[in-house]
C-alpha cells in the first residue's frame, strides 16, 4: 500500500482483540464502509470471488447440490478441500472439477475440527491438534498428503492454499510451506487484519495473498456462514438477514471497486433459502465474478 493508513484506523487496529471487536460493535458497519473504501483505491474493479470450505463430510454431501447452483448461472466458485475427505469421497468432489472450479489445499486433515457439540463432527477422525501447534513439518506434511490426494483423485495440481482457522495463526509462518509445493497463493488473512485492508498483496516473494472479506457489521469478524448462521444460533440468522448482508456487502464492492472474497461452508448455503437469491442478485450486478488463479493472472 503506498498511502499510510489514517491515525484513527491505525488507532483501532493497535488495540487488542477484545477491544477491537467491543469498537466494531459499536461502529462496525462505518468501520467496514472506510476500510473498504481504502481497499478499493487499490484494487480498481469491483471484483468478488465465492470460497467454499468442505470442512466436514457434511460439506462435502452438499457440493452437488451447491455446484448445480453455481454451474446453472455460470459462475466459477473456489473450493478449499481437505485431503482425507478428498480420499474416502471422490465422487463428490468431482462435483468441483466438472463444474470447472477452482480448488485450493485445506490441509489433509483439518487439524483442530472436533466439535462435541456437532453429531456431525464429534468422531476419531476429527483432530483436536491446532495447526499452528503443529511442527514444521507435520505442517508440511498436511499440506503434501491434501495436494497428493487431490491430485490422485481429482487430476488437479492445486496453486494454492486456504490455512485451516486461519484466524488462529499469522499466515507469514507458513508462506516458506506453501513455497515449498510451489503454490503461488493464499486466502489466508481477514481484509481487516491485512496490511491493504482487503485488496491483493505480495507478503513473500512468489505468492499473493487474497484476504478474505469481513462481515458487513463486524469487520473485525469473518463474514461467513458459522457467524451469520450457525455459532450460538447465528448473528445474522433472521429471515432474509443474511441476503440482505450479502446485498450490503456487494453494493459497497460496487461503489468502492473493491475486492469482495466471500467465504462460506457449503452445508449452510445448499440449501438456504438466501442463497441462490444472492447468486442471482451477484450475476445481475455490473461486478467480476473470479476464481484466484484468473484474479492471480492481473499481478503477472
Ligand atoms: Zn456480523
Same mark, same amino acid.
Given at each position: 500500500?503506498?498511502?499510510?493508513?489514517?491515525?484513527?484506523?491505525?488507532?483501532?487496529?493497535?488495540?487488542?482483540?477484545?477491544?477491537?471487536?467491543?469498537?466494531?460493535?459499536?461502529?462496525?458497519?462505518?468501520?467496514?464502509?472506510?476500510?473498504?473504501?481504502?481497499?478499493?483505491?487499490?484494487?480498481?474493479?469491483?471484483?468478488?470471488?465465492?470460497?467454499?470450505?468442505?470442512?466436514?463430510?457434511?460439506?462435502?454431501?452438499?457440493?452437488?447440490?451447491?455446484?448445480?447452483?453455481?454451474?446453472?448461472?455460470?459462475?466459477?466458485?473456489?473450493?478449499?478441500?481437505?485431503?482425507?475427505?478428498?480420499? %474416502?469421497?471422490?465422487?463428490?468432489?468431482?462435483?468441483?472439477?466438472?463444474?470447472?472450479?477452482?480448488?485450493?489445499?485445506?490441509?489433509?486433515?483439518?487439524?483442530?475440527?472436533?466439535?462435541? %457439540?456437532?453429531?456431525?463432527?464429534?468422531?476419531?477422525?476429527?483432530?483436536?491438534?491446532?495447526?499452528?501447534?503443529?511442527?514444521?513439518?507435520?505442517?508440511?506434511?498436511?499440506?503434501?498428503?491434501?495436494?497428493?490426494?487431490?491430485?490422485?483423485?481429482?487430476?488437479?495440481?492445486?496453486? #494454492?492454499?486456504?490455512?485451516?482457522?486461519?484466524?488462529?495463526?499469522?499466515?507469514?509462518?507458513?508462506?516458506?510451506?506453501?513455497?515449498?509445493?510451489?503454490?503461488?497463493?493464499?486466502?489466508?488473512?481477514?481484509?481487516?487484519?491485512?496490511?491493504?485492508?482487503?485488496?491483493?498483496?505480495?507478503?513473500?516473494?512468489?505468492?499473493?495473498?487474497?484476504?478474505?472479506?469481513?462481515?458487513?457489521?463486524?469487520?473485525?469478524?469473518?463474514?461467513?456462514?458459522?457467524?451469520?448462521?450457525?455459532?450460538?444460533?447465528?448473528?445474522?440468522?433472521?429471515?432474509?438477514?443474511?441476503?440482505?448482508? #450479502?446485498?450490503?456487502?456487494?453494493?459497497?464492492?460496487?461503489?468502492?471497486?473493491?475486492?469482495?472474497?466471500?467465504?462460506?461452508?457449503?452445508?449452510?448455503?445448499?440449501?438456504?433459502?438466501?442463497?441462490?437469491?444472492?447468486?442471482?442478485?451477484?450475476?445481475?450486478?455490473?461486478?467480476?465474478?473470479?476464481?484466484?488463479?484468473?484474479?492471480?493472472?492481473?499481478?503477472?
Amino acid at each position: 500500500m503506498n498511502k499510510p493508513l489514517p491515525f484513527y484506523i491505525r488507532a483501532v487496529l493497535a488495540l487488542p482483540s477484545p477491544l477491537r471487536h467491543g469498537v466494531s460493535l459499536l461502529f462496525g458497519e462505518q468501520i467496514n464502509n472506510i476500510f473498504t473504501a481504502i481497499q478499493g483505491k487499490q484494487l480498481g474493479k469491483s471484483t468478488v470471488i465465492l470460497s467454499f470450505d468442505c470442512d466436514f463430510p457434511v460439506d462435502v454431501d452438499a457440493l452437488p447440490t451447491l455446484c448445480s447452483l453455481l454451474n446453472s448461472r455460470g459462475i466459477q466458485g473456489s473450493f478449499a478441500v481437505v485431503g482425507q475427505w478428498v480420499e %474416502s469421497d471422490p465422487k463428490s468432489h468431482h462435483a468441483i472439477v466438472d463444474g470447472g472450479h477452482e480448488l485450493l489445499n485445506h490441509s489433509h486433515t483439518h487439524p483442530n475440527l472436533r466439535n462435541e %457439540s456437532y453429531d456431525f463432527a464429534n468422531s476419531e477422525k476429527f483432530t483436536d491438534k491446532v495447526f499452528s501447534d503443529l511442527t514444521r513439518n507435520e505442517q508440511l506434511q498436511e499440506l503434501k498428503l491434501c495436494h497428493t490426494a487431490v491430485f490422485e483423485n481429482l487430476g488437479i495440481e492445486m496453486q #494454492g492454499c486456504r490455512l485451516p482457522h486461519f484466524g488462529n495463526l499469522d499466515p507469514l509462518d507458513a508462506y516458506g510451506l506453501m513455497l515449498e509445493l510451489g503454490y503461488s497463493f493464499s486466502s489466508s488473512i481477514l481484509a481487516s487484519l491485512s496490511p491493504t485492508l482487503g485488496a491483493p498483496y505480495t507478503p513473500h516473494e512468489n505468492i499473493i495473498e487474497f484476504p478474505v472479506a469481513g462481515c458487513p457489521e463486524h469487520p473485525f469478524t469473518v463474514f461467513d456462514t458459522w457467524h451469520c448462521l450457525v455459532k450460538e444460533g447465528g448473528r445474522h440468522a433472521r429471515p432474509g438477514e443474511f441476503l440482505q448482508l #450479502g446485498l450490503n456487502a456487494l453494493a459497497l464492492c460496487k461503489k468502492h471497486h473493491s475486492l469482495l472474497n466471500l467465504y462460506f461452508d457449503p452445508k449452510d448455503v445448499a440449501f438456504h433459502e438466501d442463497f441462490p437469491r444472492l447468486l442471482d442478485s451477484l450475476v445481475e450486478a455490473d461486478v467480476r465474478i473470479m476464481t484466484y488463479q484468473r484474479l492471480m493472472l492481473e499481478w503477472k
